[in-house]
């Protein structure tokens, strides 16, 4: 069975910092994609970043480049996004998701397993 956990949201002033984990059990780890979502309310999810299986290259939404940072340890089973300089507009739910490619982009319907969420909130 696939479990998919996320961790470490919470309030956070502006330009403060938050670390996301997400472990994800029940998978062959280093074959999958991994990448974090995010939803605020009244808008539609958009994916923040991607850290794909294989060369562990990396992709992010233009609104977070330079302030955030995805990685993983395949034999930890676990993935993170290092959050700096937080901006009121990264207020969201954020979910894990996993997709099992390999050396290819994952299209939408990739993503097999996701998490519950976790919400960061920044806020003054």
């Known amino acids: 069975q696939v479990q998919v956990v996320e961790s470490g949201g919470g309030l956070v002033q502006p330009g403060g910092s938050l670390r996301l984990s997400c472990v994800v059990s029940g998978i062959t780890f280093e074959y999958y994609t991994l990448g974090w979502f995010r939803q605020a309310p009244g808008k539609e999810r958009e994916e923040v970043a991607l850290i794909r299986s294989g060369d562990s290259s990396t992709r992010y939404v233009d609104s977070v480049k330079g302030r955030f940072t995805i990685s993983r340890d395949n034999a930890m089973e676990t993935m993170w996004l290092q959050m700096d300089g937080l901006k009121v507009e990264d207020t969201a739910i954020y979910y894990c998701?996993?997709?099992?490619?390999?050396?290819?982009?994952?299209?939408?319907?990739?993503?097999?397993?996701w998490g519950r969420g976790t919400q960061v909130t920044v806020s003054s």
């Open positions: 998701a996993a997709a099992p490619v390999w050396y290819r982009e994952p299209t939408t319907s990739d993503w097999k397993h």
